[in-house]
């Protein structure tokens, strides 16, 4: 549940200026990140439970209205590009070394966040 | 229709068919096809009547209850039918199916993750902090 908190609740907007609070929050994005990953490959190689976190959680609050069985193919497809997206970004990340990579890194890290959050949108109203 | 067959089966999401035996709900094709497999179709036809309760609700089979009213996280939903060729496999291994409104409720919690990412991303443009190198 603390997880679940973390990713509803968890404000970004600390005081900037304060130096240990940047390496904390870099650290926040990083897990995040790297259990975004996590999630999307646990639930890509094998399904959403009872290994993927969101999907047990959707799993445990959504069982009443889990709606009727459907294939998971197309599914795993849109995670399994989700996760080579973000291994491209964490890759690019973790070699910016010069403000200039930072910059690119930071950019790309944005427009991949607008389009997960894009698609993942149209997948939860849709579900196309 | 579809609003007073939800509320009569008491149910949130509608799918066809709907299975009602004797007066009991035994729930969708999916349901009555594991009612067949675990022979409890002969209980069932043999039941007495059970008529609506007094508001009108149709009072569902026990074992349905317990199935709908306890999350199974262990459970790979099964796609029947003519020409399906999705094979049967246990949860520990790749799962071919899954129940269609999870795919949103786990989207929903994605798009909550990708905006947290977003918003830490646009703050580190001010900072020169967040998806800084970790070295």
Sequence with gaps: MGLVWLLLETDGDSNPENGAMKGFQSRIALILLIFFLVDCIIFTLIGPSPFSPTGVISTYFGWKSRGNATSILPYKAVFAAYIVGTCILLDKWNKADTEELMKSARSSAQKQMVGYITNSLLLAIFRF | ?135
């Design chain 2, 1 to 135: 229709m579809q609003k007073a067959l939800k509320w009569q089966l008491n149910i949130f999401d509608l799918t066809f068919p709907q299975v009602v035996i004797r007066g009991r709900y035994v729930g969708g094709a999916d349901d009555l096809l594991q009612v067949v497999e675990d022979d409890r179709f002969s209980r069932i036809i043999q039941d007495p009547v059970t008529h609506c309760r007094e508001n009108g609700v149709i009072s569902w089979d026990e074992d349905l209850l317990s199935v709908a009213s306890r999350p199974d996280l262990f459970k790979v939903p099964r796609v029947r039918g003519e020409g399906v060729w999705y094979p049967n496999w246990p949860y520990y291994v790749f799962q071919w199916t899954v129940h269609a409104n999870l795919i949103r409720y786990i989207s929903v919690l994605q798009v909550s993750l990708s905006r947290r990412l977003l918003r830490f991303s646009k703050l580190e443009r001010q900072t020169h902090a967040i998806f800084a190198p970790m070295h």
